[in-house]
């Protein structure tokens, strides 16, 4: 076993985007109308603030575009943390969709990470300045490179670097697998390694190990395991290259060597002699990872069946607050069933729905049943579509008397490699007591 400590926080939270941003935000990044290409955003920092007293900044970058409809602007995406570094190189970058005929405005803000358990909270958050931008001049920026002033109040709190690359190909979901250990490493301090792709111009990192400690006079990372678009656009051949750098806990990471290479060239296992010692590439490979479409084309079968929770904790179906309300219209469970259902059923091919309930008393048994058939026959549980599944439902709504604890078990046992269980829960948000 090694010794390893972590050289960066990879912690990544996603954007909570909802209503008319969320639709906006989709818009923005999956339209394939109009001349719109997908462009992947590298991002880097020089010389920030330091925001820390006793050690460096932690920062990360958020990403926002304007929301035409009202001027606000809708975060789009995030890097990653990076401790005690005032520098930082970001392995995560952020995809976006670039439209030619259209102005878009972005908008880069930069903050030291204070709250690690809560980075969804940017007030949490030590602001350290912010750049805004139109995504054609990162696009039309010599080299597609962008160096903006990241302000604060009128002070410039450091740089904020953009790469824009374009994404040509559509490229697979495929893995790269593999190992990486140094044998004979001369260093007693921690080591990781970066792994970097090219676009022809420049490298930027698309993966960082964690730091590790020599034993035994080895290092062995952690297996990697890669999209292959994000590391070579599925051309093995692409070059890339590996950098070596000697971890120190406050940020002033040494490099130690650098080597170009090509995945094709490993593929079978490679050695590398270098100053701090044998770099040894193991057990590569790339994983076939087949697309939806792929599934579907090769003979899937999609049998949908669902799973209702009737625990005490929704709320008795006559209270204003319960999620099974009576009024259909405020009812959570047929707007959920409505949502997933109308699309998950057109891939069934007899739209023959199993419909189980759970955490209730059913009538004419005095305990809870954590598995009953919805429409009264565990033998034959089936009714046929969505709206079959809905008037069962409300037909069955109050004749159960909601009880629990909430238990899985028994559902489980209808389970099979072909048949999974789609158990259909909704979480209600306790109010804090002022």
């Known amino acids: 076993m090694c010794g390893c400590t972590t050289s960066s926080d990879a912690t990544t939270e996603s954007a909570a985007v909802g209503g008319d941003n969320e639709e906006l935000l989709e818009s923005q990044l999956y339209a394939d109308d109009g001349l719109c290409t997908t462009t992947e955003i590298h991002v880097s920092c020089q010389n920030l603030a330091d925001k820390d007293v006793f050690s460096k900044s932690d920062p990360f970058a958020v990403l926002y575009f304007k929301n035409k409809k009202n001027g606000q602007w809708v975060e789009t995406g995030r890097t990653e943390v990076i401790d005690d570094n005032l520098n930082p190189v970001f392995v995560k970058s952020i995809i976006v969709k670039y439209f030619f005929e259209e102005r878009q405005p972005m908008r880069f803000e930069v903050y030291d990470a204070d709250d690690k358990k809560d980075l969804r909270n940017l007030k949490k958050q030590e602001f350290i300045g912010a750049a805004e931008f139109a995504l054609h001049e990162a696009i039309r920026a010599k080299d597609q490179i962008l160096r903006l002033p990241l302000v604060d109040k009128g002070k410039s709190n450091g740089t904020i670097i953009l790469h824009a690359e374009e994404v040509k190909e559509k490229l697979s979901s495929n893995l790269a697998h593999m190992t990486i250990e140094c044998y004979g490493a001369v260093k007693n301090s921690p080591m990781f390694y970066r792994l970097l792709r090219s676009d022809g111009n420049s490298f930027f990192p698309v ?228």
């Not at 193991?282 to 697309?291: F, I, L, Q, Y």
């Not at 629990?404 to 909704?426: D, F, I, K, N, Q």
């Open 207 to 434: 993966y960082q190990s964690e730091a590790c400690r020599r034993r035994n006079g080895n290092i062995k990372w952690h297996k990697v395991k890669i999209p292959t678009a994000g590391l070579f656009r599925d051309d093995q051949s692409k070059p890339l290259r590996i950098e070596l750098y000697e971890y120190f806990s406050n940020g002033n990471h040494k490099l130690l060597e650098t080597r170009d290479f090509q995945f094709v060239s490993i593929i079978d296992g490679f050695k590398w002699e270098s100053k701090v010692g044998v770099i040894v590439f193991k057990d590569v490979s790339v994983e076939k990872r087949a697309s939806f479409l792929e599934y579907l084309f090769g003979g899937c079968q999609i049998s949908l069946a669902i799973a209702i929770d009737f625990t005490a904790s929704n709320n008795d179906p006559d209270m204003p607050n319960s999620l099974h309300s009576t009024n259909l219209q405020k009812n959570q469970y047929v707007q959920a069933i409505r949502a997933i259902g109308d699309i998950l059923q057109e891939y069934d091919s007899d739209k023959n729905i199993p419909v189980f309930g759970f955490g209730a008393k059913v009538p004419g048994f005095k305990s809870a049943s954590h598995c009953f058939a919805l429409n009264g026959n565990i033998f034959a549980p089936e009714v046929h579509t969505i709206d079959g599944v809905l008037n069962t439902y409300t037909k069955n709504l109050t004749k159960l008397h909601f009880s629990g604890p909430v238990s899985y078990t028994h559902l489980r046992a209808h389970e099979t490699p072909e048949h999974l269980v789609c158990r259909l829960l909704l979480e209600k948000k306790k109010k804090k007591k002022k």
